[in-house]
């Protein structure tokens, strides 16, 4: 197989967890065999757990070591345990391997150690990455890799690597927003569109959000509570409802969320401020505010429905296609028409 295949492999796995890590890089990593064989794919998935190439060298340790499984197991939600119990205990398990990653493997010890030192000491003897590191402590770990004398790549996917780490980028220049949709396979909008699959991706999505923003004719007509109740740690958040008008009946469900402030503004300083923010909305909306975000991510069911079809003349580049149960997760790039 070449190289090309197993970074897409890397990419797939990275994109189950985009914007997930926040504010961290999403990032995903595959490991090969000295003899070609895929061994594991591993992804970073939330802030302050193990990056990609320790959770793929986790996976795949357990299987070439199944006495250590289960203590592996044990270990993952504890990085820093991790990484020294995979130290003290591969005896060579992976001496010849290869790894695939996203982005250039890390050189700082942070909230979790090296990646680029956890792939030397294992005997790793070739690693290709897509995006190269160039943020000021992590950068550097393609040089270390070389001077132990390990086969260092830049993949030639580095385009859809550079792709994949833009929100990231943007979160480090201080502001990043997404639009965020439900349709249906033939457009529609309205009424109940994702899987409880695609809404539990949503709420974790909102659980990261410094800011969620919506329109005022929205929150009348739908009278949502925008939580993020299917979530894990259920943090829901701050909500900027946009409109000319400021009355809204306080019985609507969003306003009654613990630890939320809601602001009703006619104004956009708020969305321009959040660090990540997501707009949830449809046509009109989205025409109001087109010229504040660059992602749509279109959570798309695979039936078709009767209701209100979708009114928007806009070009889209589907970035990539992550299923989610019976749906599908769209994410796309605005282009110009």
Not at 101 to 130: I, M, N, Q, W, Y
Not at 236 to 263: C, G, H, T, W
Request: charge should be positive; include cysteine; aromatic fraction near 8%.
């Amino acid at each position: 197989m070449s190289d090309e295949f197993f970074m897409k492999l890397a990419l797939d796995e990275a994109w189950k967890y985009q914007l997930l890590t926040y504010p961290n890089p999403a990032v995903g990593c595959a490991i090969v065999d000295k003899n070609g064989k895929l061994l594991a794919l591993g992804a970073h998935k939330c802030a302050g757990k193990a990056h990609a190439e320790l959770g793929a060298v986790t996976l795949a340790l357990c299987e070439l070591k199944p006495e250590l499984k289960s203590e592996l197991l044990r270990l993952e939600n504890s990085p820093n345990e991790l990484y020294d119990f995979i130290l003290k205990n591969h005896k060579g398990a992976l001496n010849g391997a290869c790894a695939f990653v996203s982005l250039e493997p890390c050189t700082h010890f942070g909230k979790t150690p090296p990646c680029a030192l956890l792939l030397r000491d294992l005997g790793f003897c070739r690693v290709v990455f897509g995006s190269a590191d160039l943020g000021g402590q992590a950068k550097g770990g393609a040089k270390l890799l070389a001077n132990a004398g390990v086969s260092v790549a830049q993949s030639t996917l580095k385009s859809k690597c550079d792709e994949l780490l833009e929100p990231f980028l943007a979160w480090q220049s201080g502001h990043f927003a997404f639009f965020k949709l439900a349709l249906s396979l033939n457009g529609v909008y309205t009424g109940k569109i994702s899987s409880q699959i695609a809404q539990k991706h949503c709420h974790d999505l909102r659980s990261k959000l410094d800011l969620l923003v919506i329109g005022g004719n929205t929150v009348r007509s739908d009278r949502p509570i925008l939580d993020a109740r299917f979530s894990t740690t259920k943090h829901a958040p701050d909500v900027l409802i946009y409109s000319r008008k400021s009355e809204f009946e306080r019985q609507i469900p969003l306003f009654s969320v613990l630890n939320r402030k809601v602001d009703i503004k006619n104004d956009l300083e708020l969305l321009k401020k959040a660090k990540f923010a997501m707009i949830e909305g449809a046509g009109r909306l989205f025409k109001a505010l087109e010229n504040e975000f660059s992602w749509v991510l279109i959570y798309q069911s695979k039936s078709f429905k009767k209701g209100s079809f979708l009114d928007i003349s806009k070009s889209l580049e589907i970035m990539h296609s992550t299923p989610l149960g019976a749906d599908t997760a769209l994410w796309c790039k605005v282009r110009e028409n």
